[in-house]
């Protein structure tokens, strides 16, 4: 079984920085792909960004491309989002997500989820 704990997530000005965190236990080396994901007001759930933890391999959506990077320390089990240039259309709430599979952006195939960590990015 897979846990997650994300947070990190505040009220910020636009144009302002955060960084989100993503502690993961688990008792079995099973996890290949760690995610985050966001869910605005009366919207669905989106991905935003993946890396792969055996090779460090990342991938982005559009919307965040160039502002937005994520990273990992294997050490510590923990996965980060850093988050530049926000603005308001990233107020979002903020989760992280594991994955057994390689290289997925589908919600789908992320078994285990964090609580989510609010972000909110005023103008």
């Known amino acids: 079984q897979v846990q997650l704990v994300d947070s990190g997530g505040g009220l910020v000005q636009a144009g302002a920085s955060l960084r989100l965190a993503c502690v993961y236990s688990?008792?079995?080396?099973?996890?290949?792909?760690m995610g985050w994901f966001r869910q605005a007001p009366g919207k669905e759930r989106t991905f935003i960004a993946r890396?792969?933890?055996?090779?460090?391999?990342?991938y982005y959506a559009d919307s965040v491309k160039g502002r937005f990077t994520i990273s990992g320390d294997k050490a510590k089990n923990t996965v980060y989002l850093q988050m530049n240039n926000l603005k308001p259309d990233d107020t979002a709430v903020y989760y992280c997500?594991?994955?057994?599979?390689?290289?997925?952006?589908?919600?789908?195939?992320?078994?285990?989820w964090g609580q989510g960590t609010q972000v909110t990015v005023s103008s």
């Open positions: 997500a594991a994955s057994t599979l390689y290289g997925s952006v589908s919600e789908r195939n992320y078994a285990y």
């Open positions: 688990e008792r079995t080396f099973s996890v290949n792909t």
């Open positions: 890396i792969t933890l055996s090779s460090g391999g990342t």
